[in-house]
């Protein structure tokens, strides 16, 4: 198996457009989705894929860094390990998260996520229930 892979950061934006704007210009990043409603944008360098996720009044989270993602060849092997430091195993992201399978944290609370699929493959559950079928 290979390392697994730090392959997005997720930051939380008041402005989530001019941020996504300001990557693009800055940096050359390419808009490779976005969510229902336009609200939250995610790039990528080619390599690294940036969210930049909508802050909300009522959420508990500060505006700045809220997770980071590994790509992964097997979760379940991943998930094995994160048990074995006796920590909660990974959860599945809710449906309306199609980028990435599970997520977890780090023995000081700090999240990321999981993905075999890959940050640049927006999959629903729905496309997985396909694959599934398929195999």
């Known amino acids: 198996m290979s390392n697994p892979k730090i392959r997005h950061l997720a930051i939380i934006a008041r402005?989530?457009?001019?941020?996504?704007?300001?990557?693009?210009?800055?940096?050359?990043?390419?808009?490779?989705?976005?969510?229902?409603?336009?609200?939250?944008?995610?790039?990528?360098?080619?390599?690294?894929?940036?969210?930049?996720?909508?802050?909300?009044?009522?959420?508990?989270v500060p505006v700045g860094l809220n997770h980071f993602g590994f790509a992964v060849e097997d979760s379940d092997e991943i998930a094995r390990r994160i048990k074995e430091f006796g920590l909660e195993a990974p959860k599945k992201r809710p449906a309306d998260r199609p980028y990435a399978e599970s997520r977890a944290c780090d023995p000081e609370g700090n999240f990321f996520d999981i993905s075999q699929h890959g940050f640049e493959m927006v999959e629903t559950e729905a496309d997985r229930a396909k694959q599934k079928e398929r195999a």
Do not use: C, P, Q
């Open 15 to 60: 402005d989530t457009a001019a941020v996504a704007r300001y990557y693009e210009k800055v940096f050359d990043m390419k808009v490779v989705h976005t969510s229902a409603g336009g609200e939250n944008y995610f790039l990528s360098d080619g390599y690294l894929t940036l969210a930049i996720l909508k802050h909300r009044l009522e959420a508990t």
